[in-house]
């Protein structure tokens, strides 16, 4: 499936908002920001100046999780995530790309200045690859892109697999060859972001979330990498490891600005844009769609290990807006608390959580104002309060800045003797 065939998926189940009126560069980020509160996936048709699209908010809610995978979406992921899929290959389709040489990118691509105060347009949806000489396999992530002027643009490649492939080539002293990719299915931008083994080709993974095989390509300047052959747009160029500068600061997930003292420098020679229109994923970093991509899975994975763990477990739910970082567990029929100790210490135990609170399954985790009653009258601070200090942290989390973080877990579970107030029903 092709992000133009998702995008015909959810028209036909009314999730899709189309904008036709005329709208510039500058506007997209406010505009996207205001327009997601709807809900649905934004389709912007007239950018000034350009031949694309930008198209957004790509997972408006979480029930687009069940138009690819029925009713336990997060079930399905994780069986799915544990096989590999097929590659199909396919000749390289010259006739559906415009090729264009690279002089000025912001000419062909509406590359977002996203918040006041990011040092630059940043493009933030770029699937890069690069051949891996020692593992003898195409390495792919997505990294925060940072434009630079002209062609060039820089490459954050803070995690493998590029990270170490850059050092190989940086120790050779030659440039890393690199083709970017913007404008991918949702489930194959999915399978971009996600941490597995370096051995295995990304696009294994994502045929398996796609449940069919995936068209591939070589890619036009360097055949070894291949590339889905239905990307929207294609970059290909070389990073230049002896070329780093500053990188940043850009509004992150997080809500606040995040600066890289150093990142490498990205030169841009081609650019293959679909004829004769192509789309433009454009991702606001703080959005909802990033949200929802960071919790989905990371529910999935936790949860599976919290019911394997600890039985009691039913249900879990990660707080949007908070990077993954504060995350609600309900029970059922706990009386020992120390149970719930070790449950929350367990949590803890995860790099990326900083805030766990307990709750039985008469609190409805979806409405806040519940679980602060559950806390208010069934935590007692001195006793159901654990403080964890000098602990590893995220690095977007501003309190990293400090050199460690500090995490906090809440037992908000009742007690055997005191009820909670039940509204009386009519007797039939």
Known sequence: ??????????????????IKKEVEREELPQLIEDLSKENKVLVFQNIKGYKAKAVANLLPTEEVWKIFWGEKPSEE????????????RVPQKVDEYEEIEVKELLQILPILHHYEEDSAPYITTAVA???????KVVGRGVYRME?????????????????????FYRKKGENMPIVITIGHHPLVFLAM???????????????????????VMPSFSFPQIDIPSACEVILEG??????????GPLGEVSGFYHTLEKSPTVKIRKAFLKRPFYYYHALLPTG??????????????????LKENFPFVINI???RKTFGSSVLVQVKEVKERSLITNLILFVLSNPMIKKCVVVDDDVNLLELEDVEWAIITRCWADEDVIIISYSKGQQIDPEAKRGYSSKIGINAVKREDIKRAIIRRKRS
């Open 1 to 18: 499936m092709t992000l133009r065939e998702f995008l015909k998926t959810v028209k036909d189940k009314a999730l899709l908002k189309e």
């Open 77 to 88: 992921f994780l069986k799915r995530t544990e096989t590999r899929g097929e590659k199909i």
């Open 129 to 135: 690859s690069s051949w891996d000489p020692l593992k």
């Open 147 to 167: 434009y630079r002027g002209g062609n060039e643009l820089s490459i954050a490649l803070l995690n493998p697999p590029l990270k170490d492939t850059l050092e």
């Open 193 to 215: 972001a996600m941490r597995i083994p370096e051995e295995v080709d990304k696009l294994e993974i994502a045929s398996s979330l796609l449940g069919k095989g995936i068209e």
């Open 238 to 247: 070389h990073v230049d490891p002896k070329d780093e500068r500053k990188d």
């Open 288 to 305: 909802s769609e990033a949200d929802t991509y960071l919790t989905f899975v990371s529910k999935a994975f936790l949860e599976r290990k």
């Open 317 to 319: 739910k990660f707080i």
